[in-house]
């Protein structure tokens, strides 16, 4: 299984794909000065409730537009899934070319938008 993860201003939005169908979605807030260890303990308290094995989860793909809580759900993935992420960000080659000056300044949100829309 591949989990989706979106780290958005307001809320972190999780989600199950098994191949290309997408399964159970959680969201929750954001929390802005949750540790790593917050983080991961509650991601194990998610897929246990849904009756998901993290040993299921054999990548992970996250999204942010919040930097600060990147390493700390990244550092989360690590301890308690036992996967790296991959981050997406303007370097990520998703087949859509970025035009502006300086992309490092688009948001990986859009990033990703703009990829499933072209695909």
């Known amino acids: 299984m591949l989990l989706a993860i979106d780290i958005g201003n307001t809320n972190i939005t999780l989600g199950l794909y098994d191949k290309e169908k997408l399964g159970p979605c959680w969201r929750c807030a954001t929390g802005y000065e949750n540790l790593a260890d917050e983080h991961g303990a509650l991601m194990l308290k998610i897929f246990s409730h849904a009756g998901i094995p993290v040993e299921k989860i054999q990548a992970i ?11 700390a ?5 690590r301890r308690f899934l036992s996967c790296e992420p991959m981050i997406v960000d303007a370097s990520v080659k998703t087949g859509v070319q970025i035009l502006y000056d300086d992309p490092s300044q688009v948001g990986a949100d859009r990033i990703v938008d703009a990829a499933a829309a072209y695909k």
Do not use: D, L
């Open 61 to 71: 793909a996250m999204a942010s537009v919040v930097p600060h809580v990147t390493g």
């Open 73 to 77: 759900v990244a550092e989360a993935c």
